[in-house]
């Protein structure tokens, strides 16, 4: 069964330095694997997707994450947080196991930027 | 503007009483979505639905009923027989065969 674990249910950055967002993932096939992010109050936004055509993915607002396969990861980051970077983020795999597409989601994990 | 729309922002629920949440999607999708949403959780699938006058349980679908008698439309009802209902929920759509989906904006529901 697919699964994913966001290993940090906090981070706090100071603006101007870099993010690092951490996700593990468990899957019997080659995934499919995503981060979304959430402002409060707010619906969920899809900043990247992989799915096998590279392994560095390039996202919205200067996110990018890198896929690694021996690692299981799917690490997100940015070089520089911006104040509007505050959100929650998500990692979520898909599993096509069930005859349709079931998003997995990680328990999310809340980004605080500070001035 | 194409775009996943869901009503009311929010909502409040008195006891025993049934409430329908709606979610309206102008993208052309055939799959649509309903998850619900706990503090500092993330997302757990209540129903889903590939196609028209089609749809099937997800991970915690007791309490809740949907319909879908539209390609456009998936609403979902809080039935009494939901007994925590307070939650956060988001509907999604999704092209088929595809496997991202977009997230409409999310009704709060509150019980009295």
């Known amino acids: 069964a697919q699964s994913v674990t966001q290993l940090d249910s906090h981070v706090s950055v100071s603006e101007g330095t870099p993010v690092l967002l951490r996700c593990n993932y468990s899957s019997s096939y080659s995934p499919s694997l995503f981060w979304y992010v959430q402002h409060p109050n707010k619906g969920l936004q899809l900043l990247l997707k992989?799915?096998?055509?590279?392994?560095l993915v390039k996202g919205i607002n200067g996110f990018e994450a890198e896929f690694k396969k021996s690692e299981t990861s799917f690490h997100l980051t940015k070089p520089s947080a911006h104040m509007s970077d505050a959100a929650e983020y998500f990692c979520v795999v898909s599993d096509r196991t069930g005859g349709y597409n079931k998003l997995i989601f990680g328990a999310g994990t809340r980004l605080a930027v500070h001035p | 503007d194409g775009g996943i729309t869901q009503s009311p922002k929010y909502l409040f629920r008195k006891e025993g009483q049934n409430v329908t949440l709606s979610c309206e999607q102008n993208?052309?999708?055939?799959?649509m979505y309903w998850y619900r949403q706990d503090p500092g959780q993330g997302l757990r699938l209540i129903y889903y639905s590939q196609i028209v006058n089609d749809f099937q349980k997800g991970d915690i679908a007791e309490g809740y009923s949907v319909s879908r008698e539209k390609k456009e439309s998936f609403p979902l009802t809080v039935t009494s027989a939901q007994k925590n209902p307070t939650a956060f929920y988001l509907c999604?759509?999704?092209?088929?065969?595809?496997?991202?989906?977009?997230f409409g904006p999310g009704t709060r529901l509150l019980v009295l």
């Open positions: 999604a759509s999704g092209g088929q065969g595809g496997e991202t989906q977009y």
């Open positions: 992989y799915t096998s055509a590279a392994t």
């Open positions: 993208l052309n999708h055939d799959a």
